[in-house]
């Protein structure tokens, strides 16, 4: 039944004495004079409304989002002290052994239909290479995709030695052109431009290397990637693809300003969009890794331009969220991924429409652009380019072989350098 509690705490001083024999002396006083911590339990109100917000669930999820609050905080300051652009491009990972006669083969009719690449739109005036063109192999791209991570006077080297001499031309000059033309964008990207000689060229845009371009790719995915993990916790999930969509873009108009200064996509657009209006090239092709891929992606729909990438997150569920943005038709019809088995970063942001699947052998190098090139060559076997050391030294695969018979032994080459 009813009573009010106030006056009976004032005249017994405490209701810790509610129900007990008389007599009976007070223990625990510091609970407000409850004899037990039981009885404390059982007659406060106060502690059964604390307890509704003290459940076990409770603590695990606010622990759990508290350490995700600490750790985005550390790597936003990290990126803060760091700095977009600061990070040098390192020493080159891979090696050539002197003699580049090595390759794998593979019976033609074993070749997978993914390792020649060439699409476009239906008239094939947006094709991704001419007949003339050095690119030729799905490799080609991921290779182009490496040497964004590595200095600056090693690239030129590395083409030559990939595509042959006088095929491929680091262009050092045509970017700071066209940053000193477009003083109002952000330049905290990373890319390249590769040329060919058949006057066609590559944006080659470089993955996540500071802390400032995790944080970028963070702000850019997190909100795709949310309800993405919760479409696929509930049953039935596919059926909300339509409220997922409305909920990604809505998030992403909340900080769509802010957003729009410190995305990459905003200048890797302009960009590709300066190079097709100069009339230069025959064709103009996007490729990149990881966040690099995702960029090229959205750069890629958004001025109609072939991009394809590797171990990137996909651009469907966040496809309204960019500015401008941009439809699943031109998802479908401008982009192509490379995703390898086990990768992660692959499946954000939703499946991608157009993919090539590769295996992966060792799950801690899934994501890694220069294992993913010596799948395709392992795979493809088809691709004459060289095999570099590393495929066999570093991500064991078997060695390949000398075309020219000559019996060397190719790991033998390699021990030499």
Not at 79 to 100: D, K, L, M, R
Not at 112 to 134: K, R
Request: charged share 15%; aromatic share 12%; hydrophobic share 40%.
């Amino acid at each position: 039944h009813y009573f009010d509690i106030g006056p009976i705490v004032e005249a017994l001083g405490s209701y810790g004495t509610l129900g007990m024999e008389p007599g009976t002396s007070l223990a625990h006083s510091g609970l407000l004079g409850a004899a037990t911590r039981n009885e404390w339990q059982q007659k406060s109100r106060l502690y059964h409304i604390t307890r509704m917000n003290n459940n076990a669930s409770r603590r695990i999820w606010s622990k759990l989002l508290n350490f995700f609050a600490v750790l985005f905080g550390v790597v936003a300051m990290a990126a803060i002290s760091s700095g977009p652009g600061q990070e040098e491009g390192v020493a080159p990972n891979v090696t050539f052994p002197s003699n580049s006669t090595f390759f794998y083969d593979v019976p033609q009719e074993e070749v997978s239909p993914m390792c020649n690449v060439n699409f476009g739109n239906n008239n094939g005036s947006n094709a991704t290479s001419s007949l003339t063109s050095p690119v030729k192999y799905l490799a080609d791209y991921i290779f182009l995709t490496h040497i964004t991570y590595i200095r600056i006077d090693s690239v030129q080297p590395y083409l030559d030695t990939w595509f042959g001499e006088g095929e491929a031309f680091l262009d050092e000059d045509v970017i700071p052109i066209f940053r000193e033309a477009h003083p109002d964008l952000p330049s905290a990207a990373s890319f390249q431009l590769v040329t060919f000689s058949d006057n066609s060229a590559v944006v080659c845009i470089r993955g996540s290397k500071s802390y400032f371009d995790f944080l970028v790719s963070a702000r850019l995915w997190y909100a795709a990637s949310l309800f993405q993990l919760v479409q696929s916790a509930m049953p039935f999930g596919f059926l909300f693809d339509a409220l997922v969509g409305f909920c990604v873009s809505r998030l992403s108009d909340i900080e769509a300003s802010s957003m729009k200064q410190v995305s990459y996509y905003v200048e890797t657009t302009a960009f590709v969009d300066y190079l097709r209006k100069s009339g230069k090239y025959t064709t103009v092709t996007i490729t990149g890794h990881s966040l690099g891929g995702g960029l090229a992606l959205i750069t890629g729909a958004q001025t109609q331009t072939p991009a394809i990438v590797v171990s990137a997150p996909s651009a469907v569920m966040g496809h309204s969220a960019v500015t401008p943005d941009i439809s699943l038709d031109d998802i479908k019809r401008y982009t192509y991924a490379v995703i390898p088995q086990r990768d992660i970063v692959s499946h954000l942001g939703g499946e991608h429409i157009n993919s090539a699947n590769i295996k992966c052998r060792n799950p801690m190098t899934c994501h890694r652009e220069d294992r993913s090139l010596c799948e395709l060559m392992y795979t493809c076997g088809n691709v004459k380019r060289p095999v570099y050391c590393e495929c066999v030294r570093k991500f064991g695969y078997p060695e390949p072989t000398a075309v020219d018979g000559s019996g060397t032994s190719f790991d033998a080459l390699c021990e030499a350098l």
